[in-house]
């Protein structure tokens, strides 16, 4: 069935790049997306790409998709403490209204 | 910028009781959703709602649950007789297209 994967944890040194990874099952999938949710707040769109599509970049974030592996990646440049939140990857398979989330990884800021 | 907002932020309720929980989506936007995260779970999707009908629902919601668009701007969650495992943060959302905005959410706490 449909599900997407992630680890749960990444601790970064402030400064450093942050790579967080995920896979997914549908390879039809249209849109792949990263949320970003901090304490006690909603889940925020960070950024999304097409399927059609094997890089986006915007300002500190560059989304990776090895579509052969169902591979997705976010890298945040020059990591930050307002960097610190959970970060969820979801998918959208095709013909379908929902997205499907992984658990998320909780990304923690080492000073 | 405008969001999705989502009231009441926090909902306490007896076992057996009805609740409505409310949203305005972003006002030019066609596509509602419902979502909710059981604590330490993923978040999942619990319907789509568009041009005055549901598009898409989840096995999750069943008979007990239901959606209107009452006016313009709001969009509800009716749960009808709550029980303790409907305890979650339940996450509106709207979308124009394939990117999807979420709410806050309002967390509920059945006893």
């Known amino acids: 069935g449909e599900d997407v994967e992630q680890s749960l944890f990444l601790s970064v040194r402030e400064g450093d790049s942050s790579v967080i990874n995920c896979t997914y099952t549908?390879?039809?999938?249209?849109?792949l997306y990263w949320y970003k949710q901090e304490p006690g707040a909603g889940l925020q769109l960070l950024t999304y790409?097409?399927?059609?599509?094997d890089m986006k970049q915007d300002q500190r974030l560059t989304v990776l998709l090895n579509k052969k592996d169902k591979h997705l990646s976010l890298r945040i440049a020059d990591t930050q403490t307002g960097d610190s939140a959970i970060y969820f990857c979801a998918e959208n398979p095709p013909r379908d209204d929902k997205i499907i989330f992984g658990k998320g990884t909780r990304l923690h800021i080492l000073p | 910028e405008p969001e999705v907002t989502q009231t009441p932020s926090h909902q306490v309720t007896q076992m057996g009781q009805e609740v409505i929980l409310r949203c305005v989506p972003i006002?030019?936007?066609?596509?509602f959703y419902w979502y909710r995260q059981i604590l330490g779970q993923k978040v999942e999707f619990l319907v789509s709602?568009?041009?005055?009908?549901?598009?898409?629902k989840s096995e999750i919601f069943d008979d007990q649950f239901s959606v209107e668009r009452p006016d313009g701007s709001n969009f509800t969650l009716k749960i009808r007789s709550t029980k303790l495992e409907d305890s979650a943060m339940y996450f509106c959302?709207?979308?124009?297209?394939?990117?999807?905005?979420f709410g806050p959410g309002t967390r509920l706490t059945v006893t």
């Open positions: 006002s030019n936007h066609l596509y």
């Open positions: 709602f568009y041009n005055n009908e549901i598009s898409e």
């Open positions: 549908d390879s039809s999938s249209t849109y």
């Open positions: 959302a709207s979308s124009e297209g394939h990117e999807q905005y």
């Open positions: 790409i097409f399927s059609n599509m």
